[in-house]
């Protein structure tokens, strides 16, 4: 039985995990392994996840930490209480172009992929603007109702993950994967550095916790939501690399769609398992660009709040698509996704945590 009442003003425990899960997801679980492999020998990587889910977990745990100081303040107001007004206004600028950055980001990522997979005839900017107007529309709707479709799109991806990597176990080759432990500690690290880029997504309990039924969950609901994507690489790599092998996959531009190809289902019902894997996988992309549009509108109605909500979606579309037009090719958009990576990793996770401590040190918190 549902106990989910879709006419709450509050999200639940549970809907802030699959919020954080499905945020995360995303573009970036596309690509990964072949970052991964670039940096690390054979099977290795599975290491380098490890250790950038765990730092990736506990960096999130003390963002939603700070949240929970604050459980009755939007962004703004802790960042102002913390650090003062001048600075407040600064830091939620910047994370309206991270958001802005995020968005853009995303539907010409799913323009560069859908033309490669699905729409090879039509141009990449057609379909980039048509999932833009989607993204659009949900915008301009209630935020709540935009945050819950999560709880509908996260099993259905979780389950077409689920049957792909049961139909391709019997393709894993157990030289693919030897030798074992033949990476050095620097190449791991490096695949820390790579992966963490694309992990960025802990920062939304510092917008959301306010939304909360139970805010002193924050901690855990943040946690738990991060937990879900990179076991989802751990998982992924390592039929990858045992399919296709490290070698392989280096030279693989989207080796988790790959994979999805090499799918046979019995019966033969379905004959492009790709073209359902990424088709399913637009919902995941789909709610990350929304509620990083959403969260571009939220930042910027703190600061300019004189501006309507619908006002900021009319200004803000076209300066979106017009920045995810601007890489020429995969090549320069692959570097538009890395320069977005370290902005994120400074912005999301980096000024958070000195603020988190300037808080422990002067004793701040809501109601001081």
């Known amino acids: 039985m549902n106990n989910v009442s879709y006419a709450d003003k509050k999200i639940s425990t549970r809907e802030m995990i699959f919020i954080i899960a499905n945020y995360v997801i995303a573009v970036g679980i596309l690509t990964f392994p072949r970052s991964i492999a670039e940096e690390t020998n054979s099977f290795d990587g599975w290491i380098s996840i490890l250790i950038a889910g765990t730092v990736v977990c506990f960096i999130s745990w003390l963002l939603g930490k700070l949240a929970s100081r604050f459980p009755t303040r939007p962004f703004f107001a802790i960042v102002a209480v913390i650090a003062g007004r001048p600075f407040a206004y600064l830091l939620t600028l910047l994370f309206s172009v991270h958001s802005i950055w995020m968005a853009s980001f995303e539907i010409r990522a799913v323009g560069i992929i859908a033309k490669q997979y699905l729409f090879t005839n039509t141009p990449v900017e057609m379909i980039t603007l048509a999932f833009l107007l989607i993204v659009q529309y949900v915008a301009a709707g209630s935020r709540l109702a935009l945050l819950r479709l999560n709880l509908i ?16 176990l019997r393709f894993l080759e157990w030289e693919n994967v030897r030798p074992f432990f033949s990476t050095d500690w620097m190449s791991l690290l490096s695949g820390v550095k790579r992966l963490g880029l694309s992990m960025t997504g802990g920062e939304l309990v510092l917008f959301y916790t306010i939304l909360m039924k139970r805010p002193q969950d924050a901690p855990k609901s943040v946690t738990l939501g991060m937990a879900i994507p990179i076991l989802l690489y751990m998982t992924i790599y390592m ?19 790959e994979l999805a190809k090499g799918v046979e289902v019995p019966g033969g019902f379905i004959e492009r398992v790709e073209s359902v894997f990424f088709t399913i996988w637009i919902m995941t992309i789909f709610n990350t660009c929304s509620i990083s549009f959403d969260l571009a509108i939220t930042t910027l109605q703190s600061v300019f709040t004189r501006i309507s909500r619908f006002t900021w979606i009319l200004i803000l579309s076209p300066i979106i698509y ?31 945590l000195v603020l988190l401590a300037i808080a422990k040190l002067r004793g701040v918190k809501d109601g001081s």
Do not use: C, H, K, W
């Open 322 to 352: 017009l920045i995810a037009m601007m890489p020429q090719n995969q090549t320069e958009f692959f570097t538009f996704g890395d320069r977005l990576g370290y902005f994120g990793v400074v912005i999301a996770y980096v000024i958070p």
């Open 153 to 168: 799109f996260l099993p259905i991806v979780l389950l077409v993950i689920l049957m792909v990597q049961m139909y391709t």
């Open 239 to 257: 039929i990858v690399i045992g399919v296709f092998s490290s070698e392989v996959v280096r030279n693989l531009t989207f080796p988790t769609i």
